[in-house]
């Protein structure tokens, strides 16, 4: 039976940190774009979305061309 890993960073203590954020922070991930996305209603972030996959799709499908 295979054994999961564990991702979580780990400060001197060799303790687990228990917030997700600032162990994404500590790790070097910046998360200001997150931030600056949640600050936005569902509709914007939806709109967002849907203009990133569309753009996605149409690169991908120039591709094949």
Known sequence: ???????????????????????????????SMLIQNLKRPPGERIRRHQIALDTTLALCKAKRI
């Open 1 to 31: 039976m295979a054994m999961k890993r564990s991702h979580k960073k780990t400060d001197e203590n060799n303790s687990v940190q228990s917030d997700p954020v600032k162990a994404a922070i500590d790790y070097g991930i910046d998360i």
